[in-house]
């Protein structure tokens, strides 16, 4: 066990001794916990071996899971990167600092702990002061995950981290709620056709609007089609209680919904249900008296009509609907283009493969 010091920091003007400490105890190969715009990171010196093994440590993650090295702008790319193709040139220079994370062919320089023994190195320039500031004033490529434990949702709040991983890491920063609330977009351009790794507050529709050959990971590419991110198929975001994701236009999904989560109940499990306001507020009068008897409760995330709060908030209202002690998690998503194709993703991994389609083209409810 460590001791884990906390700092408050302002977001918009951080305590520049409050950032020289953590700058420095990421120098002496130390733990330090900082928000980004998209999630709060677990930092570490990415060139010190030592520093990065406390990483899978801590976090309790498997070594064959890559981690992502930020830096705090795109002049530092040449110094663990091999080169930059034009696409990736192209969406460095129009979303850096910001939620983008670019797979490159790594320098012999970034250590293969760091990259999980690939050829290749994810980098990114986060656009939060605090980061920045930090950046800059150690000097240093920081390696970063998600502060979470593995496999639990990543933190938006610093109560989250602390929850995790508090006595395992040394500082933590706290500036309040990230903005984003979802990861980073990754795009891979060590392969040929570019892949999106992995969607986030990027949208894929941005992407290609400026790089047009970007593929998306799943789809119809055929036995040959690029392998997924490692780490990208391992257990994420899970919740304790089992979610299962339901889909398909709104009316149908909200009506199967609450007739699963009525079974449910009837068969003795206490249902929470995690879906955006609109949703809610046509499901309240279908579930009335079982939410009355305290056998369901709700917890919403966002709205339809506001996709951004939405991301912002829903590893929050994941880790909140797991702590009111239900059994089984029933979700509804907010669609499947821009942001929502992120939101989605999310749900997904969290469902583990529990997905419910209602309702597509009118036909029967399955
Ligand atoms: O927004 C974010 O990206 C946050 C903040 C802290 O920057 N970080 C984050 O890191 O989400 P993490 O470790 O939770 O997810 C990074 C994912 C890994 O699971 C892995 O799939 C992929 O990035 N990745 C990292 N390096 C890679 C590499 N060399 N090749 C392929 N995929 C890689
Ligand atoms: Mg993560």
Redesign the pocket.
Known sequence: MTTTRILTVDRERPDPAAIEEAAQALRDGKLVVFP????????AHALDVAAVQKIFDAKE?PAT??????IAHIGQVSQLATGMPGGARKLALSFWAG?L?L?LK?KTEVPDL???G?P???L?V?SHRV?RALMEMSGIPIA?????RFSRP?PTTAAHVIEDLEGRVDLILDAGPTD?G???T?V?F?VDPPVL??P??ITLEQVRLLVPEVVPQTGEEGPDRPQ?????L?RHYAPRASLTLFEGSPNRVVARLAADARTAVAQGSKVGILAPEEDLLALAALIAPAAAAGKIAVQPYGARSDIERAGRELFSAIRAIDAAGVDVIFASSVGSDGLARAIRDRLTRAAEGRVRTVGVDGGQLS
Do not use: C, F, W
């Open positions: 980004t715009e998209t999630v709060y990171g677990l930092g993650r899971d890559p981690l992502i090295v930020h939620p994370t797979i790594k760091v990259t999980a690939l290749n190195v994810a990114r986060p980061a970063a995950p998600s502060a979470n990543s984003i979802l990861e980073s990754i891979d060590a790794r992995r986030g507050g997924p991110s490692p780490g990208q391992t």
